[in-house]
């Protein structure tokens, strides 16, 4: 074995995916700057995306956790939207801003923890768990309304409304008006989770046993941790993250429909993925997924703002891009699997 | 008291395992008849009528369920085929059935006529594009060991997109004796035609299995792939095959689709379906890992979920709402079903038969 | 003497549906002693072992560990206890760092301090010499740099019982003796140490004290001073070694040499390098070398197991071409691999339809084998190689290691192979099936069928090859007939004292 005075560990295969993603998103993005000009110049191009994604990014942050235990849950967008549907009829009804904050974290919550048990304690396969709950939370939205309901509290219109304006990020308009950089609360929100969950799976010890347990189960089992535990508690982070992904996206939209965060699990796994987390467990990084979701719906702006306005063009390049990525992974690791092997 | 124990002993058979793999599934529908029976016994009232075209043919709800659910079964079929190899689902069926189904409608509208000979090219064409689908997923999955849900994720995101291409953005009907049909009930035949087509699906892969040692192949592979490439078995080609056989079924349950409606709708066209054939195939017994696996599981598997459906309609509750009470009586199946649930069942039961025999020795001992 | 006890095990009993795994079995471990732990497969050994570490739940019977009762539910229960674990398969995560893999699960502290840990296990590695970095991703390891970071773990526990279950079957001679002068550091911190292992040498060569189980009941704690090794095989097995010593009187016996069967030259494959490589009909030869010395991908590559990059084959001196196993299967070739589970059994599947599997593969897809078909070959080969199980419907996975591996040779015999590969077939298996198998392998040999027999035992070999192809470094460097066979000379070979090379 050579010294290893000066040397650089190779990185591990985490690091490796995610420095992937995040190089080509600004390989993208930089090449929409150069070419489609437009509103990718402007800062306010990236808080759009930011305000229109909130929500998404919470969910995705949610599925990574889950993903790197080695488990999978399908029903967190129409947990998302039974939290709206329900905090908008809560609002309505007189509820104040505080107890429907508290509601939509009890959603969350519920979810995750009966979800969760099912799968830990009773080990039923996770795939069926979340779809029982993608079917229950999606019936029970249209049970509450089956049409669409905007929210009539005045207060947290007020709240909804205030934004984070930055001067120096904004752009003056051709008419000379300065606009400065908007943002929601909402982004706040996200980017707080994003940080906090960062901390948990680098930093403390829950974090780690998740990549543990979705490394090698058994193994997890005799190095002393609590899989069961440990597997439970990271469906119910994920499960209250699709509560506040839930509150998010009513300050978003100010409305509650059934049809709200539509497909948007899918989404969430996609910018898993892309961010590099494998479905099998043990590898994935939230920073990661944060810039999953950022290339996922960037490619979206690109494809409006290079004149492809027909719908299915969005989903086609979506599509393009996930094979891209998910061939990329495939054969970046079978390439580091040989490599190992031959030495 | 003696009747007592001797049905407690049956229950326990039954929850070791007496009927095997099957064991829940017969639970599940002779619970969903008892229900049934009590709530409303003319539910299972079947009668003949006479529809539209003057046609004597079966009516009644039991007809409906397992008429609606030919789809659902057909599916259940393949699924079930490319879980046990690949010990993963596929999330795209119900896209790549819209892009088969628009196939479909694309050939019976280039002709000015659709007679029989058109039909039957328009479902070759359909199970050749479903068959190419299903090929570019079984090749993300066997050849680049990419998880089943991941590689058909990128079908089920652009899949629907691709139908609406092929239709042009529209939604074409089509209008011909045949294909009404196809979709509803062969002059003379009393029963739905869908239901024939599963029949014929049934024993079309009956007769494979019979043939071709494809179970025993599919279930190596699914349980232990190095092992069985070692034992010369080419694990990559029985993946794929795995999901060019579901491309078929595919490409019938579109065509099925198609023509019970009479037109193409690319975005609702077997919507969500891929869930419900996953849950057919869970509620079957298989291993969602991979492994063994019993088709007609899978198949009682979809007509309870069609049954289900039906029973709830039949109580008035609306259709958006129907999922909310699924998910209850899904959660209630597998949960009977868990491992977890049934060890501990047993031990219960097995403590109350030795108490039992406790009480009956002192009993004894009295008299 | 009561002091002196880490360990007490009284009365053990331990039931599983239709099989009683322990009955009546004390054990007694003290303070800094390496304790063999020996018996056949089925013998309960496993079983012990995993209820000391919490896997199972006894039935009856007490545990006490340094005097008082101790209740071990869970590993974290054998954790508190200070009892830690190595097995032969590692249980470590490949996805987490070495440093993270000493230290998860041991900490309560929320906050993981990692710079603190890569420190410490700098120091720990350093101190073991364990040629590993702290940050390193342990999957990027090799496996016995795995095995020695599980051991570093449990020393770094604090344990005051090491249990050592068969960690030296993934280790070369040389990681072998690093591990006993570990276990002799640990033993004089008065450490105590249960050693389980198939090696017998290496039982004498360590151990203090020796336990026999055989049929789950306790057959007796001795002295290893006390015990020679030819009693200690009785007890295993009892019975008397007859056998044994009429198998080894075979080495006069030389193999008058029928037609060539199979040769290649410059055969290689993604794992293998270039060599040549002949076998006559009905001739039994070994491949022997240390770990990694490439005899397992040798044979790989004969049987078209891994990517074949070159060479050319002639089966019965006509050129055939064989890159994928089913080629060589057609060919009349066997393959059974190193590692029975990973490789070898189809765990869910009966035992009959693991016996059939190759056979039904060979004949194609389109011809099925019925089912009465083959549940005659299945009861048939139970019976032949007196399998051990319930019945034939019996999943393959339940069945002791021993009958696993005959299974598997069932499924090869089943398709009457010209040739057939065991790559270490008695690899964790207890001695009298593995008895068995050399015995099969001769009179397979009688039959006319080639064999080439692997097994990191040179005794075995020994007894069973009438010709040893010795390879180093992934070369072949000597071929050993004859008079040439004992082991003095083997080794040398092996060690590369001095090379000999013929044709």
């Known amino acids: 074995m050579k010294k290893n005075n000066g040397f650089r560990e190779p990185l591990t295969d985490t690091q490796l995916l995610m420095t992937i993603t995040i190089c080509i998103f600004i390989a993208m993005y930089g090449l929409a700057m150069i070419f489609l000009q437009g509103g990718f110049l402007h800062v306010q191009q990236v808080f759009d995306l930011l305000n229109d994604n909130a929500s998404l990014i919470i969910v995705s942050c949610g599925l990574t956790i889950v993903m790197i235990g080695g488990g999978i849950d399908i029903s967190v967008g129409a947990v998302t939207s039974l939290t709206v549907m329900s905090c908008v009829l809560y609002l309505n009804n007189g509820g104040s801003i505080f107890g429907s904050i508290l509601l939509a974290l009890g959603i969350g919550l519920a979810f995750g923890i009966i979800q969760g048990a099912l799968i830990s304690y009773l080990e039923i396969q996770p795939f069926i768990v979340t779809l029982a709950g993608m079917f229950f939370a999606r019936g029970f939205t249209t049970i509450l309304s089956v049409n669409p309901q905007k929210v009539d509290h005045e207060a947290f219109n007020k709240l909804r409304e205030t934004k984070i304006e930055i001067d ?93 965060a539509a497909g948007m699990e899918m989404n969430a796994i996609a910018s898993s993925i892309i961010g590099g987390t494998l479905l099998t467990g043990g590898v994935g990084n939230v920073a990661g997924t944060f810039f999953g979701t950022m290339t996922l719906t960037t490619i979206k702006k690109i494809v409006v703002a290079s004149g492809l306005n027909d719908p299915w063009w969005q989903s086609i390049t979506t599509g393009g891009m996930l094979c891209f990525f998910i061939l990329l992974q495939s054969v970046v690791l079978s390439r580091r699997e040989k490599k190992k092997k031959a030495s | 008291m003696k009747d007592n124990t001797k049905k407690s002993f049956d229950i326990k058979s039954i929850f070791r395992g007496g009927l095997g793999q099957l ?104 199970c050749v594009v479903a068959m190419i689908f299903g090929a570019f997923n079984g090749t993300l999955v066997a050849v680049f060991k990419i998880q089943p849900m991941i590689a058909t994720l990128i079908l089920y995101t652009c899949g629907r ?134 088709i007609s599981g899978s198949i009682l598997g979809a007509y309870i979920i069609q049954m289900l459906t039906i029973t709830l309609y ?15 009586v899904i959660v209630i199946l597998v949960v009977i079903g868990s491992p977890v649930v049934k060890q501990k069942f047993n031990r219960f039961m097995t403590q109350l038969q030795m108490k039992k025999n406790q009480t009956a020795v002192k009993e004894g001992g009295k008299a | 003497m009561q002091e002196d006890c880490l360990l007490k095990l009284r009365g053990i009993e331990k039931r599983f549906p239709g099989v009683r795994a322990l009955h009546n079995v004390d054990f007694t471990l003290r303070k800094g002693e390496i304790h063999a732990l020996m018996g056949e497969n089925g013998a309960g050994k496993s079983t012990l072992i995993k209820l000391l570490t919490g896997v ?46 000493i230290f998860i699960g041991r900490e309560s502290n929320m906050v993981v301090k990692r710079k603190d840990y890569e420190k410490r296990t700098a120091e720990i590695l350093s101190n073991l010499q364990i040629p590993a970095r702290p940050r390193q991703q342990l999957g990027n390891c090799s496996l016995a740099v795995q095995q020695m970071v599980a051991i570093a773990r449990a020393v770094d526990m604090q344990c005051k019982v090491l249990i050592l279950d068969e960690p030296t079957s993934s280790l070369d001679d040389k990681e072998v003796n690093m591990l006993f002068k570990l276990m002799r550091d640990l033993k004089a911190r008065g450490v105590g140490i249960i050693f389980v292992t198939h090696f017998l040498e290496q039982v004498y060569e360590v151990c203090d004290r020796i336990t026999v189980l055989r049929n789950g009941e306790l057959v007796g704690e001795y002295l290893t001073e006390d015990l020679p090794q030819v009693q200690l095989v009785s007890k295993m097995i009892g019975k008397e070694l007859d056998e044994l010593n009429t198998l080894s009187e075979k080495d006069d016996i030389v193999k008058e040499k029928g037609e060539v069967f199979y040769e290649a030259k410059g055969l290689s494959s993604s794992n293998a390098l270039p060599f040549d490589f002949t076998i006559h009909k009905g001739e039994v030869n ?14 790989r590559a004969i049987f078209g197991a891994d990517k074949v990059n070159g060479g050319t084959v002639k089966i019965k001196g006509k050129q055939v071409q064989i890159d994928r196993p089913i080629q060589a299967m057609k060919n009349g070739i066997g393959y059974l691999s190193e590692d029975r589970k990973g490789d070898g059994i189809i765990a869910e599947l009966s035992v009959r339809e693991n016996i059939i599997l190759a056979l039904q593969v060979m004949n194609g897809f389109f011809k099925p084998i019925s089912r009465s078909e083959s549940e005659a070959f299945a009861d048939e080969y139970i019976k032949a190689l007196s399998i051990k199980t319930a019945s034939r419907e019996t999943p393959v996975g339940s069945l002791s290691g021993g009958n696993q591996q005959k299974v598997i040779l069932a499924r090869w015999l089943l398709t009457h192979p010209d040739y057939l590969i065991l790559d270490e077939p008695t690899r964790g298996i207890d001695v009298g099936t593995k008895l068995e198998i050399q015995k099969l392998v001769l009179k397979l040999a009688e039959d006319g069928v080639s064999v080439t027999f692997i097994s ?20 072949i460097v000597g071929e050993l007939k004859g008079s040439e066979l004992n082991q003095a000379q083997v080794m040398r070979t092996i060690a590369g004292g001095e090379t000999k090379n013929e044709g």
Request: proline fraction near 3%; charge should be neutral; charged fraction near 15%.
């Open chain 2, 161 to 294: 997109s691709i139908a609406y291409w092929i239709n042009g953005g529209a939604t074409p009907t089509v209008s011909s004796p045949i294909i009404t049909a196809i979709g509803s009930f062969i002059p003379g035949i009393p029963v739905p035609t869908p239901v024939i087509i599963v029949i014929v699906m049934i024993v079309l892969f009956k007769l494979l299995f019979r043939f071709t040692s494809l179970e025993l192949l599919t279930q190596s592979v699914g349980i232990n792939g190095s092992a069985a490439r070692l034992n010369g078995i080419n694990t990559t080609f029985i993946k794929l095959l795995s999901f060019i056989f579901l491309g078929i079924c595919v490409a019938v349950a579109g065509c099925i689709g198609v023509s019970r409606l009479g037109l193409i709708n690319h975005e609702t066209l077997l919507l969500d379906i891929e869930m419900d054939a996953i849950l057919a195939v869970a509620i079957g017994g298989n291993n969602l890992g991979g492994g063994r696996f019993k």
């Open chain 1, 168 to 260: 120096w990020l904004g752009y003056t308009a051709k008419n000379g008006t300065r606009i400065p950089g908007r943002m929601e609360l909402g982004v706040i929100v996200a980017l707080v989770i994003v940080v906090l969950v960062f901390i948990l799976l680098q930093y403390f010890k829950p974090g780690r046993e998740f990549y543990a347990i979705g490394g090698n189960q058994t193994s997890a089992l005799m190095l002393g941790i609590n899989v069961k535990r440990t597997r439970f508690l990271s469906y119910v982070i994920c499960g209250l993250l699709s509560g506040i992904s839930g509150y998010v996206f009513m300050m978003h939209t100010g409305a509650g429909n059934a049809t709200n």
């Open chain 2, 23 to 126: 064991t829940i599934p017969i639970i599940a529908i002779a619970l969903l008849v008892i229900f049934n029976l009590i709530r409303d016994p003319s539910f299972f009232s079947i009668g003949f009528s006479s529809n539209n075209e003057g046609n004597t043919v079966l009516e009644g709800n039991l007809i409906s369920i397992i008429n609606s659910a030919s789809e659902l079964a057909v599916l259940a079929i393949g699924m079930t085929l490319v879980t046990a190899a690949c010990g993963g689902q596929d999330i795209s069926v119900g896209a790549a059935a819209a892009i088969a189904g628009s196939a479909f409608v694309k050939v019976l509208k280039s002709g000015s006529e659709i007679g029989a000979g058109t039909v039957i090219a328009a479902f070759v064409l359909a």
């Open chain 3, 456 to 475: 990191s035992e040179i005794e075995e070999m020994l007894r069973t090859c009438s010709r040893l192809i010795v390879m180093r470094d992934r070369h």
């Open chain 3, 286 to 299: 070994g491949f022997t070398g240390l770990l990694g010395s490439g005899r397992s991908e040798s044979v």
């Open chain 2, 314 to 328: 039949a109580m008035k509750v609306p259709s958006t709402d129907v999922k909310a009470y699924k998910a209850i």
């Open chain 3, 56 to 101: 199972y739940s006894k039935d009856d019977g007490t545990i006490y560990v340094e005097g008082k009762e101790a209740h071990i539910h869970s590993p974290q229960d054998a954790q508190n206890n200070g009892i830690s674990t190595v097995y032969q398969e590692i249980t470590l995560c490949p996805n987490l760092t070495v440093a993270e893999n």
